[in-house]
């Protein structure tokens, strides 16, 4: 039986959460230059987001440029910065075909005036689709997330919009910028490196951990339905017993 077909429907993992990583090894090891990895990346992402939508999982969240990636060299950050435009270019096409929405999570603020608007052209063109909800992480750090929480909390207590002995989780929830997105259930990352680098520290409180060796360029849809079954044969107790969830 393919691996598609051993996938549970009813086990699926409702949002999904990857860590790219590995493009600029899977260069190096063909003597290309880092660029080329970014590209084959790209195309990785496409599969990706395909083979979610076939499966129906709902939210998919990539974490496509970290706060920390500023910090690469000024050539490294210009050319992603031009392949996340053409890809958006391109592609703006297969979202609409297949029903669905793009959304990002990050200081947006951050990204030029080019990049900035190409996003919210196509999330304004994808706001009313429904199939699957594909989240781009750019410049994205968890920690300057809940900063930005804490701040924008802070402010509302000072002017008694929100009293202390009312924060909850779902007061925080709703300042995160993942407050419409559901917590991450299975949270994939490529290359063997086994950290989590900043991504969602909130959202992933109860997520399953999946690493894998194989580089990003070369992850398959294969590989994703390999992460899920691997998902669906572990048992979330969420702080119970086996026999309470059994
Ligand atoms: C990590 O690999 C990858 C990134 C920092 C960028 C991710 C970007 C893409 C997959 C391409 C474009 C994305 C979209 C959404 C179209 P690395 O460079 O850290 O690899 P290394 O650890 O092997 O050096």
């Avoid at 393919?2 to 899977?26: C, F, V, Y």
Wanted: aromatic share 8%; with cysteine.
């Amino acid at each position: 039986m393919s691996l598609i077909d051993q996938i549970d429907s009813t086990k699926l993992p409702e949002h999904i959460a990857i860590i790219m990583d590995g493009n600029g090894r899977w260069a190096k090891k063909r003597g290309m230059l880092r660029n080329l990895g970014h590209k084959s990346g790209a195309k990785t992402v496409k599969q990706v987001v395909e083979a979610c939508a076939e499966i129906n999982v709902k939210y998919l969240t990539l974490y496509a440029f970290s706060t920390e990636n500023w910090n690469r060299p000024k050539i490294e950050v210009e050319l992603l910065m031009k392949l996340l435009i053409s890809s958006l270019k391109k592609e703006l096409e297969t979202l609409q075909k297949n029903n669905i929405k793009l959304t990002t999570i990050g200081n947006l603020e951050l990204l030029p005036k080019t990049v900035y608007n190409e996003l919210t052209d196509v999330i304004e063109k994808t706001k009313n689709n429904t199939r699957l909800t594909l989240s781009l992480a750019l410049s994205y750090g968890s920690r300057e997330e809940l900063i930005k929480t804490i701040k924008e909390i802070s402010l509302k207590v000072k002017n008694n919009l929100i009293s202390p002995e009312n924060i909850d989780k779902s007061v925080i929830n709703n300042h995160l910028y993942t407050r419409d997105l559901p917590d991450v259930d299975l949270l994939i990352r490529t290359s063997g490196e086994q950290r989590i680098s900043n991504f969602l520290l909130w959202q992933i409180a109860y997520a399953e951990l999946y690493f894998t060796e194989v580089l990003w360029p070369d992850f398959t849809k294969e590989n994703l339905f390999e992460a899920i079954l691997n998902y669906q044969n572990r048992e979330r107790r969420f702080g119970k017993t086996s026999e309470q969830i059994n």
